[in-house]
């Protein structure tokens, strides 16, 4: 039935002739009215469980669209253009076609049906509900009932519970997969890594993204429906398609002609890929989804958490694929905890960085007027109803709604007050914005390989020391730039110094 609230009543579902139709009084579905009050049960996991479900839909959708686009541009996947195999733009339509249809099944409009009966001494004991329904209360009530999208705020797990989660499931997991690395393909560690590696993927790969993710939602003083939260988060899961076809499909056909193979493992054609290809291509591709969701952005602060979200959208996608390849790499428990820690503390918030750069930019660019054109609510259906949720806990005890304030967390605001005089300006024109998410994310990509690159013949230990060293100045300077910019985008710009 949905939500409820109002007076008390019964609902009966079929009215089996125990009761007369003429004693029935029939109630026409009516528009919601202003600040309706809705009680819920709270789900904090639930986004995470429907979140889960939706990635794996598209990280097949994303490797399918590559077979597709490979089918038109590059049919033997040789980096050069053709020839055109209709095989596999054929057989990939086939396989992408029920994934679209589950896609858009899982993402369909969630509905809120409220019913309210109010006493009143010309009201009957008997209401007739559209659908079938019918509602009988102890006394004579008037009833009301309403059909209205789903505004419940969103709800995420608190950070430490999901960062919790991340170690010690990462490490029970290397330390399940260890005896296959170690005494090679017996019964015994081959059943044992067979029973952990579907835990130990999504623990690896989607962990910290929620952790990230509820780090932002709780504490940045951003207000949001679930609905539109986890438009978001699939938003930057989708734009990862047109980013894998530029990596994999267009930039090999682009700079082969140039004696440039993209394939080859520590050649330039492969730099061209990770440094210019992956940046211009993924940011683009992550701009674009922030764009749609425009009509989400209400200040730079709410660009930014669009943007950021978008980010670890394409980061949980993106993450998936890394630490799916570690499993399966030789050396599975150090590749498996390796893959897992750095990009949980590195790419991960780096894609969110970088994005938000993008989303702040576009924030301001909104502030400043510009509105693109979006799609409006029906008398019934209406996207915009102003409801008051009171969500309750399963003792029926209501929860807090400190989290779903327009003001940042007390925590945050003292973290970001100790670095406000050092903070650093913002973007705020989108190709600025766009040019320092492409910058960075170049040079965390390029610099890594580059220096793969000049340590490939080197197999001291020192040249293993070396990389490890500059991860460590990587993760560093990234973290430094997310305390400089964090005071700008939650606290507003830095106030004039007064002479």
């Given at each position: 039935m949905g939500e409820l609230s109002g007076y008390y009543f019964h609902k009966v579902t079929a009215m089996q002739g125990v009761l007369q139709p003429s004693t029935v009084n029939q109630i026409p579905l009516t528009p919601p009215p202003e600040r309706l009050t809705v009680w819920r049960a709270s789900t904090p996991w639930q986004t995470v469980r429907s979140m889960l479900v939706l990635v794996m839909v598209c990280f097949f959708m994303a490797q399918i669209a590559v077979f597709i686009a490979a089918g038109f541009i590059d049919g033997d996947l040789n980096g050069?253009?053709?020839?055109?195999?209709?095989?596999?733009?054929?057989?990939?339509?086939?396989?992408?076609?029920?994934?679209?249809?589950?896609?858009?099944?899982?993402?369909?409009?969630?509905?809120?049906?409220?019913?309210?009966?109010?006493?009143?001494?010309?009201?009957?004991?008997?209401?007739?509900?559209?659908?079938?329904?019918?509602?009988?209360?102890?006394?004579?009530?008037?009833?009301?009932?309403?059909?209205?999208?789903?505004?419940?705020?969103?709800?995420?797990?608190?950070?430490?519970?999901?960062?919790?989660?991340?170690?010690?499931?990462?490490?029970?997991?290397?330390v399940c997969l260890a005896p296959l690395m170690l005494y090679g393909p017996t019964v015994g560690a081959v059943l044992l890594a067979v029973l952990v590696v579907l835990p130990a993927w999504l623990i690896g790969f989607a962990t910290p993204v929620f952790a990230w993710w509820s780090i932002t939602s709780r504490h940045m003083g951003i207000n949001i429906s679930r609905r539109d939260a986890e438009w978001i988060l699939a938003a930057g899961m989708l734009s990862t398609v047109p980013a894998i076809i530029i990596n994999s499909v267009i930039t090999p056909v682009l700079i082969t002609p140039l004696g440039l193979d993209a394939m080859a493992t520590g050649t330039l054609g492969e730099g061209v890929v990770l440094f210019l290809s992956a940046p211009i291509g993924e940011e683009l591709s992550k701009a674009l989804a922030v764009l749609a969701?425009?009509?989400?952005?209400?200040?730079?602060?709410?660009?930014?958490?669009?943007?950021?979200?978008?980010?670890?959208?394409?980061?949980?996608?993106?993450?998936?694929?890394?630490?799916?390849?570690?499993?399966?790499?030789?050396?599975?428990?150090?590749?498996?905890?390796?893959?897992?820690?750095?990009?949980?503390?590195?790419?991960?918030?780096?894609?969110?960085?970088?994005?938000?750069?993008?989303?702040?930019?576009?924030?301001?660019?909104?502030?400043?007027?510009?509105?693109?054109?979006?799609?409006?609510?029906?008398?019934?259906?209406?996207?915009?109803?102003?409801?008051?949720?009171?969500l309750y806990d399963k003792r029926g005890v209501p929860v807090s709604t400190s989290s779903w304030?327009?003001?940042?967390?007390?925590?945050?605001?003292?973290?970001?007050?100790?670095?406000?005089?050092?903070?650093?300006?913002?973007?705020?024109?989108?190709?600025?914005?766009?040019?320092?998410?492409?910058?960075?994310?170049?040079?965390?990509?390029?610099?890594?390989?580059?220096?793969?690159?000049?340590?490939?013949?080197?197999e001291s230990l020192l040249a293993v020391f070396i990389q490890l060293g500059w991860l460590v100045v990587m993760i560093a300077l990234l973290w430094l730039c997310i305390l400089r910019c964090l005071p700008t985008i939650v606290l507003g710009p830095k106030p004039p110094q007064t002479p």
């Open positions: 050069t253009p053709g020839p055109f195999e209709p095989a596999y733009t054929f057989v990939g339509a086939l396989c992408l076609s029920p994934l679209l249809m589950l896609f858009f099944w899982l993402r369909r409009p969630s509905l809120t049906h409220t019913v309210h009966a109010y006493p009143h001494a010309n009201g009957v004991q008997l209401h007739a509900l559209s659908g079938g329904s019918v509602v009988r209360s102890p006394v004579p009530t008037v009833v009301q009932h309403h059909l209205f999208r789903s505004t419940a705020p969103l709800e995420m797990p608190r950070p430490k519970h999901l960062w919790w989660l991340f170690i010690l499931g990462v490490g029970l997991s290397t969701l425009s009509h989400l952005i209400l200040t730079p602060k709410h660009g930014f958490y669009v943007g950021s979200t978008v980010g670890l959208g394409f980061a949980l996608l993106e993450n998936a694929q890394y630490v799916f390849m570690a499993l399966l790499g030789e050396y599975s428990s150090i590749s498996y905890l390796f893959t897992a820690v750095l990009r949980g503390i590195s790419s991960i918030p780096g894609h969110a960085m970088w994005t938000g750069m993008t989303g702040y930019a576009i924030g301001c660019w909104m502030a400043r007027g510009q509105r693109l054109p979006t799609l409006s609510g029906t008398a019934y259906l209406s996207e915009d109803t102003q409801a008051n949720w009171v304030t327009t003001v940042p967390s007390d925590r945050m605001v003292r973290l970001l007050q100790r670095h406000r005089q050092r903070s650093w300006p913002m973007p705020t024109t989108l190709p600025v914005g766009l040019l320092l998410a492409m910058v960075g994310h170049g040079l965390w990509n390029g610099s890594s390989w580059g220096l793969g690159v000049l340590l490939a013949d080197n």
